[in-house]
Each structure stands twice: as structure tokens, then as C-alpha cells.
């Protein structure tokens, strides 16, 4: 079983202020996904990373998928209010997530 | 298409009675998932199908679940006895072939009383 570990739990930040959340896993994936979850509904994919080392940016938001392909880290510039939720990633065609990071970003 | 479509939205049953939750998928997408979330577990998933046949069922938790998907627009997710400990939101979702994007469905908030 592939098990994905997210850090940390809960991050609570002031509008404007940086975060990264971390995803990583002892084992190698094909690929990872990203997904956001809001309150009272289902996950949204954000982003998939398939290449080892491979960065991707959407928006103010910046995706890493380590060299080894074990690992990734979400960072966001800027944060805003809108930005709270909870992010989870999931790695390879079996789409099982972590336990994900619930991100408060206070105005 | 108006995306993965669950029923009910919310379903409260006394502990030992048969649940049955409801599934549509996007039309054309050939992956389906069942999800549980819960607070304590975070979002686990209890089993997949690919056209049709059940893949890998190693998260359902007991007997008592079980998961079925007779053709590839509808597929249910039972649970029989339940007890007041499968409290959760059910999330069913969809997506075409291996590493796409998935679709989630609004889920369904189940309370056994």
C-alpha cells in the first residue's frame, strides 16, 4: 500500500503571508495530483505533476514534484481568504489521498 | 454534463437498517471510486471499479459494505447492518482512464442514529 503523509495538519495564516504544504511518501509515484476541498464539497483537482523534478504554476499557487518522485510541496504566495480549505494529494491511478492540510487563510 | 451525480444528499437511518447510496458517473468515463470521510480518517477509499469490475476493494471496511456497478452509468454502495460508526460523508467519483483529472460528486451525508 502506498501511503501519503501531508504536513502539517492545520496551517492558519494572515492574508498576504506565504505557505508551503508538504506531501511525501517512502514510496515512488508515476504521477501525483493536488486537489482542494471546500466545505460541503467533493475535492477539485488543482494540478497533476508526472515528471520528477518538474515545477508548475497556477496563479499564485506553485507545485513541486520532487527529483525521486516520493515526494511534492504546494506553495502559496499572496494567500487569500479564498484560499482556505482543505488540500489533499493523491498519487498514482489508485487515487488514494492523504490526510491533508486544512489551510485557514484569516482577512 | 451535469457531473457525478449522488442520492441522496443526506440520509439519517437507525443503527441495523440497510443503507443504499446511489452513484452516476460522467458519461464515458471508465473509473469510479467510493470514498468515506470522515474526521477522525480523513477521505479513505473503500473501492474502485474499472468498466465495470470491482479492482481493488481492500479499503471497504467489512462485510457489511458492499459495492455494486451494473452497467457503466449507475453503481451503488451498500451497507448492511449499519451502525452508528459508518457516520460519514460518502463521496463517489469519476474519471477517464488511468491519470486524469477525477470529478467528485457532492457527496452524501449519512448519520446512523
Known amino acids: 500500500t502506498q501511503l501519503l503523509e501531508q504536513s502539517p495538519q492545520f496551517l492558519s495564516i494572515q492574508e498576504g503571508e506565504n505557505l508551503t504544504v508538504y506531501c511525501n511518501s517512502s514510496?515512488?509515484?508515476?504521477?501525483l495530483q493536488w486537489y482542494r476541498q471546500e466545505p460541503g464539497e467533493g475535492p477539485v483537482l488543482l494540478v497533476t505533476?508526472?515528471?520528477?523534478?518538474e515545477v508548475k504554476k497556477l496563479k499564485r499557487l506553485t507545485f513541486q514534484f520532487g527529483d525521486a518522485r516520493k515526494d511534492s510541496s504546494l506553495h502559496i504566495t499572496a494567500a487569500q481568504p479564498g484560499d482556505t480549505g482543505l488540500y489533499l494529494c493523491a498519487g498514482d491511478y489508485k487515487l488514494s489521498f492523504g490526510a491533508g492540510t486544512t489551510v485557514t487563510v484569516r482577512a | 454534463d451535469a457531473g457525478v451525480i449522488q442520492s441522496p444528499r443526506h440520509e439519517v437511518t437507525e443503527m441495523g437498517q440497510e443503507v443504499t447510496l446511489r452513484c452516476k458517473p460522467i458519461?464515458?468515463?471508465?473509473?469510479l471510486f467510493w470514498y468515506r470521510q470522515t474526521m477522525m480518517r480523513g477521505l479513505e477509499l473503500l473501492i474502485y471499479f474499472n468498466n465495470n469490475v470491482p479492482i481493488d476493494d481492500s479499503g471497504m471496511p467489512e462485510d457489511r459494505f458492499s459495492a455494486k456497478m451494473p452497467n457503466a452509468s449507475f453503481s451503488t454502495l451498500k451497507i448492511q447492518p449499519s451502525e452508528p460508526r459508518d457516520s460519514a460523508v460518502y463521496f463517489c467519483?469519476?474519471?477517464?482512464?488511468?491519470?486524469?483529472?477525477?470529478?467528485f460528486g457532492q457527496g452524501t451525508r449519512l448519520t446512523v442514529v
Open positions: 467519483a469519476s474519471r477517464y482512464q488511468r491519470v486524469t483529472e477525477a470529478f
Open positions: 458519461s464515458g468515463h471508465d473509473y
Open positions: 505533476v508526472v515528471t520528477g523534478g
Open positions: 514510496s515512488v509515484f508515476s504521477s
